[in-house]
């Protein structure tokens, strides 16, 4: 059985800094691509990033970039999500998602929902 469990997270003031991580078991591929989606206010799922295990191609929402760095373990299906300079607008619940199909695939034509397995989420508070 596939499983995602998230750790880290928490409150922190306009400008710090949080990181976030992601740990799938039972996973039976070679490969995966991981990432993660900001679940606000009436259920809206916002892309933040993503990272494909197979070769370390990120991808990265607008609103995020230079700010948020994803990465991944090696050979391990761990990600790691360093959120610098936040802003009171990351807010929300962080949801881990895997799939096996490439990342190139999955990011071409974004949703959530194309993602096989979502962990339950870590909450991020961002107060100004």
């Known amino acids: 059985q596939v499983r995602l469990l998230e750790s880290g997270g928490g409150s922190v003031q306009a400008g710090g800094s949080l990181n976030i991580s992601c740990e799938v078991s039972?996973?039976?591929?070679?490969?995966?691509?991981m990432g993660w989606f900001r679940r606000g206010p009436e259920d809206s799922r916002e892309e933040v990033a993503g990272?494909?295990?197979?070769?370390?191609?990120?991808y990265y929402a607008e609103s995020v970039e230079g700010r948020f760095t994803i990465s991944h373990a090696s050979a391990k299906f761990t990600i790691h999500l360093q959120m610098n300079n936040l802003k009171p607008g990351d807010t929300g619940m962080y949801v881990c998602?895997?799939?096996?199909?490439?990342?190139?695939?999955?990011?071409?034509?974004?949703?959530?929902?194309?993602?096989?397995?979502w962990g339950r989420g870590t909450r991020v508070t961002v107060s100004s």
């Open positions: 998602m895997a799939d096996s199909s490439p990342c190139s695939e999955l990011y071409d034509d974004y949703d959530p929902r194309r993602f096989g397995y």
């Open positions: 039972g996973w039976k591929h070679t490969s995966a691509c």
């Open positions: 990272i494909s295990t197979a070769d370390g191609t990120t």
